[in-house]
């Protein structure tokens, strides 16, 4: 671990909270853009999609890579590099001609994402010791809760004020004031040899991730042709197959074996997916339940801040809780999730649904960055970027498949079978964290 003043610790972890609120409206806004961007730019409107999966795939697919490369470099280079590649990209996708320009740069923009994310995780851990981890993630939590909770109300009002482009370029200019947070730290360059790096092993786990979050998040639905998806899992599979045989031959595997050896790392970080999955899947599916079918903008506007706004208060409370709680905090929150998808199969009565949305809303806020604190305690900081950038790979790829899986089933028994599947998936990873977690480390 590096020794650094209090004040440059703090510079470290600020320059990485100003990046963590990037991410939310990078995905949000790209998300409320596409029809209009789609209708204005020229192109083959089919690419409108590719807005948000060319940057969720390239985002899940560097990540691994991403952090291993930041253990091996100097740390706040690595995340002011990604925070410019970010930048960059951000402004010059307001200026695209075409969309094939657009997706290019939304590709691009993924790759510095993933540089950002691992980049910041990676230089955190390498001057918070362990014991102090639960507070930063608090901090981080508090951050990113704030900006999913805003994301959708700011995208919309950056449209209102300055169309579509302003939405790539106002993420832009916060990643680069994240860049000069970092003017004047120590680069942090970690220790080990570059000859000791699985390129083959990093690549082949970032096609395989890409292809499985692209495949899920392109789904079967109308318009869609069936070989698309299926062509990309196919691709999954091969490159999983290939990823297997170079890790058993990698002397040093990019794929942290022994963190994913600990039950407790391997428990929250199924946790947290599962709580993602649960938000997603509920902003969703909530609104078109029972007698909110024809939800008005103010109802909608109610549900969204039950959802979404505990994450901005209560992320620092739940840090001290989870001094002691952290895995009764976690369990209970899971429960609290799969009871109320159970509910919501038997009634879709309007008081119901906004009790729904408040209970989720207070689990998601009361855990909001406590698995990522209690996974990333047992991460030694020399690793930080590798073990971090693997946690948030399995929370986007639960994530991903459960709302793909919900989806998939509210097609055919409606909405209400959604929440089942996010519901079933909670069930799981709290009866994993509960097996999995010792009293002691709880």
Known sequence: MFVLSVRQRR?????AL???????????GATAVVPEVTAQV??????????????NGLFAAALLLAGAIADRSARTRFFAAGNIVVASTGILSALAPDLVSLVALRTLAGVGAAMCAAGGSSMVLAVYPPEERRRVYGYAGAVLGSSLALGPVVAQALMAVGGWPLVFVVPGSVAALAAVATLGLPGLRGPEPSEDFDRAGAVLFGLTVAAVVTAFGLGFGAGVPWWAPSGLILAAAVSATALI???????????????????????????TGAFMGMLVVGLTVLPRLGSLRSVGPGEAAVMLALLTAPSTVLPLLAARLARRLARQLVTCALFACTATAAVLQVTGDRAALFAAAGVIGLSLGLTEGVPDGQALRYVPAQRGGAGAALFSTARMSLETVTLAAATGVMAALGPASGMAVAGAVCLVAALVVRQAVPSRDA
């Not at 100003?18 to 949000?28: G, K, Q």
């Open 18 to 28: 100003i990046s963590d609120a990037v991410f939310p409206l990078a995905i949000t």
């Open 245 to 271: 045989r170079a890790e058993r031959r990698a002397s040093k595997p990019v794929i942290p074996m022994d963190l994913l050896r600990i039950p407790a790392y391997r428990a929250y970080a199924l946790a």
């Open 11 to 15: 510079r470290v972890l600020v320059a």
């Open 42 to 55: 020229p192109g083959p409107g089919v690419l409108g999609p590719w807005i948000v999966l060319a940057y």
